[in-house]
């Protein structure tokens, strides 16, 4: 595989940079580099043209800004967008290289051995169980019909669906991020669900062992045929450390009649220092849309990573009788920023929303949610209810909430909620009364503000959420 | 077990404590009287760890001085407060904090942590001796408990974390008389020759239910008067006026 992609590049004619170890497109964001992509993951003609249509879309757009948090300027030109997996030769040999912090933090998320070695990239035996693992769930899967693939393995075996979806729900030209995203995207997940099956299992990005390190650029596609079920997790809950700064991916769900769709994240990318040095600017599009009647996607994130998260996923109720919903744990300590919250667009009769937000701020942090409720004139009998509640830890942070509603529908109705409120001095000297540290106490007491959100985590990512809830905001009080 | 010597405490330049000393020994139940404002919740702040006081003086705790243990630290070596006010934790089940209290205690002694089930029947049976609805132990810690629920719930977790020395701050305030003498029942069923007590109150009800070894009267951050349970008695009649 390695031997012909070389090749490739050596047929090359703009002639970029090979290497044995390492195959890099040069650094920058123009229209061979795209070309260079789409070669080399030896993508079929209109997939070529689909992302060369985006790059032409993409140089009349600019970067939105109205977030709240602000960020230096990026140089699109001085990235790489394209980065071959690495030799393990360049990756760390065994854990003992390592950042021993990152080791005590796997530590306390209690991540087994073998899997901490593969986040790192070290190189794993021949045996490793997760493979087997893996290979018994392809079984099974394929069995009742189920693909779950990466997007670039889809794109080659199962062209047609990637073809009638892709883009579907984020347009090329949907805004800045997502648009470099269509652009440039490495890979990415695919999973699509015939029609009445279950899927039998969580579907994970754990478990999926990546033919390829994913890039800043992820696409994943997410389709449940009618009638069908699944549940995805994403992200793994052990942070990485990256060098890359800025995270543009985008995530589609498709929902026919009577399908569901569960989508989870948990988010630790590295948040940067104490100092707010470094870190991960996460601008990711996620969107679903229910396009069946009867249809639901239910969104549920515990984001505690990223120097800035700024990401807002979203539900276009199209289907009569849809249901959206968004759980979200937000989590900013010391620099980091937030801007996050949901879009639920309610189209068809029926529809009903529900939004669950807890932001926790600490340290210097900012968080602000944002969320649109739009309630357009032929959703009759359609509702929403939002709950927003924010928590303060110490008096240097900040907490917003900024909803937009818009109801043109005299027989639907919107109701909000909202409540900030702040760790005091005497709940956590009761609870160190009672024993606790006063880590313990704010893991306790914070997990308690999260509970509802927590209570929509499939249990194996619960307890680690929980976990990471603790860990995230240490040092954060006293 | 616990002794005080001179124990002075400000807050925000404010006296509270004035050359504040108090002894006692394994077994023995204590009571502080004193009227609003004359140091009493102070005291117990204090010897729980609370922040914000500037103190000078000693406190030792089987030897220890207290002032190097933080307010964990002090529990885990028995001490326990009932507050007088106990906090509402929102979305943290009741039977899970305390469990998580309990074995946090556990492991700083090294003792084995309990498993769920052993805790359940644990609860359970300090639960019927106190008469607490178990169905509360499900609710959130503290939310929509009534007061008197609330001060209960403090002498179920005293009844299973079986502190050497108990601080009970005005744990009677605002109990009917049932659950006074449930609040009592607990007291006394803890009752051993090497846990101790010291009762924080107002009024002298409480203490026909529990017979302490010893009564003080606490008037401006001082005691100034010691004596045995007819104490409380006297004072209930002439009023703390007459013994300032």
Redesign the interface.
């Known amino acids: 595989m390695r031997e012909k992609e070389i090749d490739i590049l050596k047929d090359y004619k703009y002639g970029f940079t090979t290497d044995i170890e390492n195959i890099k497109a040069p650094k920058g964001l123009n229209e061979e580099v795209i070309r260079f992509i789409s070669n080399i993951k030896k993508e079929p003609q209109w997939l070529l043209e689909w992302r060369l249509k985006a790059f032409e879309r993409l140089k009349v757009l600019k970067e939105p800004d109205w977030q709240k948090p602000k960020y230096p300027k990026i140089d699109y030109q001085e990235l790489y967008y394209y980065s071959a997996p690495k030799s393990f030769k360049e990756k760390p040999k065994s854990l003992d290289d390592l950042d021993p912090k990152l080791l005590e933090t796997y530590k306390k998320l209690g991540i087994p051995l073998q899997e901490q070695k593969r986040l790192n990239g070290i190189a794993v035996d021949a045996v490793f169980d997760s493979v087997s693992v893996a290979t018994t769930f392809k079984e099974k899967l394929t069995e009742k019909g189920i693909i779950f693939c990466s997007i670039s393995e889809a794109i080659q075996k199962h062209p047609e669906l990637v073809k009638k979806y892709l883009g579907t729900v984020i347009p090329i030209t949907d805004h800045y991020f997502a648009t470099l995203n269509s652009a440039v995207f490495t890979d990415g997940s695919f999973v699509y669900i015939p029609p009445n099956v279950r899927c039998p299992m969580e579907l994970s990005t754990y478990f999926r062992i990546n033919a390829s390190d994913t890039g800043q650029f992820e696409r994943t596609l997410i389709i449940a045929d009618k009638g069908s079920y699944v549940s995805y997790l994403e992200g793994c809950t052990a942070p990485m450390r990256d060098e890359n700064q800025l995270h543009a991916a985008n995530v589609e769900l498709i929902a026919l009649d009577d399908a569901e769709i569960k989508y989870s994240t948990v988010q630790n990318w590295y948040p940067g220092d104490k100092d707010g040095k470094g870190g991960i600017y996460n601008f990711v599009t996620k969107r679903g849309i229910c396009k069946g009647k009867n249809s639901k996607i239910s969104w549920t994130q515990v984001e505690t990573g990223s120097a800035i998260t700024w990401k807002y996923p979203s539900c276009i109720l199209q289907g009569d009788n849809s249901i959206g919903e968004f759980y979200s744990i937000a989590i900013t300590n010391n620099h980091q920023k937030a801007d996050t919250g949901t879009k639920m667009i309610h189209l068809g009769k029926n529809t009903k929303s529900k939004i669950i937000s807890k932001g926790i701020s600490a340290g210097l942090s900012d968080m602000t949610y944002r969320g649109l409720v739009d309630i357009s004139s032929r959703a009759n009998n359609s509702r929403n209810y939002t709950q927003c509640d924010s928590l303060l830890m110490g008096n240097k942070c900040g907490a917003h909430t900024i909803p937009y509603i818009k109801n043109k529908n005299l027989e639907s109705n919107i109701a909000h909620e909202a409540t900030t409120s702040k760790i005091?001095?005497?709940?956590l000297?009761?609870?160190?009364?009672?024993?606790?540290?006063?880590e313990?106490a704010v893991g306790?007491?914070v997990?308690?503000?999260?509970?509802?959100v927590l209570q929509q985590l499939p249990m194996e990512f619960a307890v680690e959420a929980q976990k990471l809830v603790g860990i995230s905001l240490e040092g954060s009080v006293g | 077990m616990l002794k005080i010597n001179n124990l002075n405490a400000k807050i925000e330049k404010k006296t509270i404590l004035n050359n504040f000393s108090l002894n006692i020994n394994p077994g023995e139940v204590h009571a502080i009287m004193g009227p609003n404002g004359s140091g009493k919740s102070t005291l117990s702040n204090i010897l729980?760890?609370?922040?914000g006081y500037e103190v000078t003086g000693e406190i030792l705790f089987e030897n220890k001085n207290l002032f190097e243990l933080?307010?964990?630290e002090?529990?885990?070596k028995g001490i326990?407060?009932a507050?007088q006010y106990?906090?509402e934790?929102?979305?943290?089940n009741t039977n899970i904090?305390l469990k998580?209290?309990?074995n946090?205690?556990r492991r700083?002694k090294g003792e084995k942590e309990l498993d769920a089930i052993e805790f359940l029947n644990l609860v359970k049976e300090k639960a019927k001796n106190l008469k607490f609805d178990e169905e509360k132990l499900n609710r959130?810690?503290n939310v929509g408990f009534s007061g008197g629920e609330k001060k209960k719930n403090e002498i179920l977790?005293m009844s299973i974390?079986n502190p050497k020395l108990s601080i009970l701050d005005e744990t009677d305030s605002g109990l009917d008389i049932d659950a006074l003498r449930v609040v009592a029942d607990g007291v006394n069923a803890l009752r051993k020759k090497n846990n101790s007590f010291l009762i924080i109150t107002h009024y002298q009800r409480l203490l026909d239910y529990i017979k302490p070894d010893f009564v003080h009267v606490l008037i401006n951050g001082k005691i100034t008067k010691s004596g045995g349970p007819e104490l409380a008695l006297e004072l209930e009649k002439k009023g703390y006026e007459n013994f300032n």
């Not at chain 1, 000297?429 to 006063?438: A, E, F, K, P």
């Not at chain 2, 934790?89 to 943290?92: A, E, H, K, L």
């Open positions: 005091s001095e005497e709940q000297h009761y609870c160190q009364q009672r024993g606790l540290s006063q313990e306790l007491i997990n308690g503000f999260c509970k509802e | 729980s760890g609370k922040k933080e307010t964990e002090r529990a885990h326990f407060l507050f106990p906090l934790i929102p979305g943290v904090f998580t209290s309990l946090a205690i700083a959130q810690l977790q974390l």
